[in-house]
């Protein structure tokens, strides 16, 4: 029997983690990517044959942290001793049919935590997204505030729009919330709680650019979450992403499995 317990980590001890700037709203067009494309050294590589090697089996049993004194559990990485990883990607500006045949080629899950304002215009691509990895669009707000700097009121209608309405545009609601930034306070997760939104999910890994940047430690360890954004550059640094993945001997697990949405 296998334990996977999930580990709330306590605020105090992850350090900072640089966040990438949100994506500007730029559209691509171009060839289907070949990985390595970052860079002339790096080799290219079958994206198919880098998914079938990449992809996790379905967790066998699980056990979702529980609310903290009745709140959403903040959440920077899943306790598990599957050797796993996440892959979420944030914010929606940039809608690159570049990373859309990534995904598909490789089939990995990726997490959307998706910006309202911004997805609003791509709200096509994203859908497909969903569809073709059968993963559910996630709560990233309306407009990428600064959550701790507004009332339960001004957090709740970022929170409760943006989730209703990707329930009219993708077919299903929110239960995760990532806050812009990664700040946040008690008041944002009681405005989740009434948002209908059961985990605040961080992340301890980022993909700011060509390479992974780790909050602790210089490799990846089971559960980890990593961050990355709905942008320009993504399709050249999403499969270099996936090969140090598969070097380190891990596999890319969809987030809902592990976090699914609470009967
Ligand atoms: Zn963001």
């Known amino acids: 029997m296998i334990s996977r317990n999930f580990r709330i980590v306590a605020l ?6 640089l966040v990438a700037a949100c994506g500007a709203s730029v559209a691509s067009n171009g060839d289907v990517p070949e990985a390595g494309s970052a860079s002339a050294s790096a080799k290219k590589v079958n994206l198919e044959d880098l998914g079938s090697e990449l992809r996790a089996a379905r967790p066998e049993s699980i056990n979702p942290p529980s609310s903290e004194g009745g709140l959403p ?5 899943i306790k598990t001793d599957d050797k796993v990883v996440f892959i979420t990607i944030d914010d929606g500006g940039t809608a690159d049919p570049k990373v859309t045949e990534i995904i598909r080629k490789t089939g990995i899950p990726v997490t959307p935590f998706m910006t309202e304002n911004v997805t609003r215009s791509n709200k096509a691509y994203f859908k497909e997204i969903s569809e073709m990895t059968g993963q559910i669009v996630q709560n990233h707000t309306v407009d990428h505030p600064q959550m701790p700097t507004l009332s339960l009121a ?6 409760c729009q943006a989730s209703k309405n990707y329930a009219e545009w993708f ?3 929110p239960w995760m919330v990532r806050p812009p930034y990664g700040e946040f306070n008690d008041t944002t997760r009681e405005a989740s709680k009434a948002c209908g939104l059961s985990y605040v999910v961080l992340w301890n890994v980022s993909l700011p650019a060509a390479f992974l940047r780790y909050a602790q ?3 990846l360890k089971p559960g980890d979450i990593i961050l990355t954004h709905w942008r320009p550059d993504l399709y050249k640094h999403l499969p270099r992403a996936l090969k140090d993945i598969k070097r380190q001997g891990f596999k890319v ?7 699914p949405a609470p009967v």
């Open 12 to 17: 105090a001890t992850v350090g900072t983690i």
């Open 73 to 77: 559990p903040v959440l920077r990485s």
């Open 154 to 159: 001004g957090q709740e209608k970022q929170l």
């Open 171 to 173: 077919g299903a609601n």
């Open 217 to 219: 430690g210089d490799k």
């Open 253 to 259: 697990a969809a987030l809902q499995d592990y976090l």
